[in-house]
């Protein structure tokens, strides 16, 4: 059973550019979160999908950020028109349907630098 | 609003010997779930080991144990025989029943030397 995929694994863009960030949950979930981690810190909560919904987004900023979760295809966290600070890791994680506070399962991070 | 606190920044400790790595956390709520991730340096998240506040009895994975105290609002990882290996950033993580959010803490360094 394959785990949380994230691609790509590294992505850099010059400010001004957009970033686009893939996440595939395993098999069987159908909850996705999003997390970023600044350097030298915890990760912080940015939004939480379900299939062609956004169930919470109270961590995303207001402005450039978007997230989604097709009904077919992988979430996708969009970033426009980068900035210097935008530059994190970003983690996605899965948990099963049903029980939301069941344990998320996380992906390999896309360690985005924005130049 | 929930916190979690990691207290200690960096630890190290040598093979074989036992470590504890701290976490304690504020919140109203009565029903929640409390994790410790791992962060090697390949940056992945693993999970090590989950605690349902409604149970008493203190979760165990293998080497891992956590010391969960309730009233206190602890939730402590204790590592046996450490192995090299264990070198990574230790994460605790609060989220409550009801919720999605987890809430993470600062994280704890451990360095493993042989």
């Known amino acids: 059973n394959a785990g949380v995929m994230q691609n790509p694994r590294h992505l850099v863009r010059r400010r001004g550019q957009e970033a686009r960030l893939r996440c595939s949950p395993m098999?069987?979930?159908?909850?996705v979160y999003w997390y970023r981690q600044l350097p030298e810190e915890g990760l912080k909560f940015m939004v939480y999908l379900q299939k062609e919904n956004i169930i919470d987004e109270s961590g995303m900023p207001k402005e450039r950020f978007s997230a989604e979760f097709p009904k077919e295809g992988p979430s996708i966290l969009r970033i426009q028109q980068v900035v210097r600070g935008d530059s994190a890791a970003y983690f996605c994680?899965?948990?099963?349907?049903?029980?939301?506070?069941?344990?998320?399962?996380f992906g390999p991070g896309t360690r985005l630098t924005v130049l | 609003a929930q916190t979690v606190t990691q207290s200690q920044p960096e630890m190290s400790v040598q093979e074989a010997e036992t470590v504890t790595l701290s976490c304690t956390y504020d919140?109203?709520?009565?029903?929640?779930?409390l994790f410790w991730y791992k962060q090697p340096p390949s940056r992945q998240m693993i999970l090590v080991i989950r605690?349902?506040?409604?149970?008493?009895q203190n979760a165990t994975e293998n080497r891992f144990s956590v010391n969960f105290q309730k009233a206190a609002k602890s939730f402590s990882l204790k590592i046996s025989d450490s192995q090299l290996g264990d070198t990574a950033m230790y994460f605790c993580a609060f989220v409550a029943s009801g919720y999605s959010t987890l809430t993470f803490g600062k994280g704890t360094m451990l360095l493993v030397s042989p």
């Open positions: 605690q349902e506040a409604y149970k008493q």
């Open positions: 919140t109203s709520e009565s029903n929640y779930y």
């Open positions: 994680a899965s948990s099963p349907p049903l029980r939301s506070t069941d344990t998320q399962y």
């Open positions: 098999k069987g979930h159908s909850h």
